[in-house]
């Protein structure tokens, strides 16, 4: 993957972790986790339900560009973590591991997400403008409505 960016997201939540792990391991609440600006709809997953190997197609529009995107999911291991990578879309890579770990009553999710930009220098600067902003932005929509969801 080379140097690429990295962002980190924790989040608490006053629910069981199987609960909050059923919720994210199904392909279809992503569009409720993700802002409306962004367009977002999935056109297929397949195989269903979702696990090791499952591909997942999106599309949506950054800004005026409309975008198809594809995941794998390439690593599976209920209720604690899973990975999804891009076979196919806006990054050069793109590795997102969502974990899930019980804390007393409740879950803390993680996110780590490392991804590269095509384009060298130009890419780094598209991350330094807009890029970088975009994803946290994204995140912090997501970790409103998880709040939302199930409290914390």
Known sequence: MGNPFVFHAEQDVPRPLEEVFEFFSRAENLQELTPAWLHFRILDVKPSPVRKGTLIRYALRWRVFPIRWTTEIVEWDPPHRFVDVQLKGPYKSWHHEHRFAAEGAGTRIYDEV??????????????????????????????EVVANLFGG
């Open 114 to 143: 490392q991804y590269g930009l095509p384009f060298g220098v130009f890419g780094a600067i598209a991350h330094r403008l807009k890029v970088r902003h975009d994803v946290e932005t994204i995140f912090a929509y997501r970790k």
